[in-house]
């Protein structure tokens, strides 16, 4: 299987987490944005949206978006499980997941999209007072974190799920490429921190 990647992007870099958790391998095959290169109309053919990561599977076929190409690989690899193993943990495990979709990674992005990297390409008119809001609501969704770690190990309870993925993704991105990094007063998130970014698979 192939993945159509791009150092340093995050969403590709969740989806290559969650294989390397399996042991899966994957083809990376690099698609450059700065090129965009995921805006030809050969690209398109494989992800409409014009996005990464695409898994290409053998013969041909692509998925796109990350959360559903590691569904995917849940389903052809499924141990060690990571979307969850009952009907309940893998209702909660997709609510802890959704919620940080939601209600970071939404918030992460409005800061990106109005920040001074993208600011530089020209593409977008952006808005002071949406990176104002966005940069002060990732705060408050990081003491929030830092409440909840004080009473679980994981974001999803005892244990390391797609959920603690998409997670350090995020604060990773976050912290490298929009400013936004945690507040050093809040020590349970980074405790969680220090101790899935220790995984082997989070080297990647």
Known sequence: MKLYDYNGAPNPRRVKIFAAEKNIQLELIQCDLAKGEHKTPEFIVKSPSGKIPVLELDDGRCISESVAICRYLEEVYPEPNLFGSTPYELAYIESR???LEL???TQIGISWV?????????RF?????AKE????????FYERLNDEFAV?????????????????????FATAMVDLKPDPVLTNLYR?????SERPSSKI
């Open 152 to 172: 679980t190990q994981f974001v999803a309870g005892d244990r390391y799920t797609i959920a603690d993925i998409t997670l350090l993704t995020a604060i990773d």
């Open 125 to 129: 008119k952006q808005i002071k007072e």
């Open 133 to 140: 809001a966005s940069d002060k609501n990732t705060g408050k």
């Open 103 to 105: 209600e970071l990674w």
């Open 192 to 196: 969680w921190h220090k101790e899935v």
């Open 114 to 122: 109005n920040g001074p990297i993208v600011g530089r390409l020209g």
């Open 97 to 99: 997941n959704r919620h």
